[in-house]
């Protein structure tokens, strides 16, 4: 069975900094995208950032460009995002996806979707 679960959320202030995680189990592929989707209350999921399976490429909301990092450690199977400068408007349940088969990252197509954790942001 295929697990991707999400920590290191937490209550910060705005300009704070926070580090997610996600570990990844179960997969028995040997390449696969992953990415970092966000969902406020009431609002639709919303890509956030995504990285190659070499980890050399990577693909970033807007919003957050400049700010996030993702990174990965395929030998570990983990999923990284450090988020600087956190703003209110980052607010959100964090989840890690996996889309296997595809080398490249995309914003798009992920079949594999981990328990988010929660970041919030106080102004």
């Known amino acids: 069975q295929v697990q991707l679960v999400a920590s290191g959320g937490g209550l910060v202030q705005a300009g704070a900094s926070l580090r997610l995680s996600c570990a990844a189990s179960?997969?028995?592929?040997?390449?696969?995208?992953m990415a970092w989707f966000r969902r406020a209350p009431g609002k639709a999921r919303e890509f956030v950032a995504s990285i190659s399976w070499s980890g050399e490429t990577t693909d970033y909301e807007d919003s957050v460009k400049g700010r996030f990092t993702i990174s990965r450690d395929n030998a570990s199977n983990m999923l990284y995002l450090q988020m600087n400068s956190l703003k209110p408007e980052d607010t959100a349940v964090y989840s890690c996806a996996a889309s296997v088969g595809v080398r490249i990252p995309t914003r798009y197509g992920y079949e594999y979707w981990g328990q988010g954790t929660q970041v919030t942001v106080s102004s």
């Open positions: 179960g997969l028995t592929v040997s390449s696969y995208a």
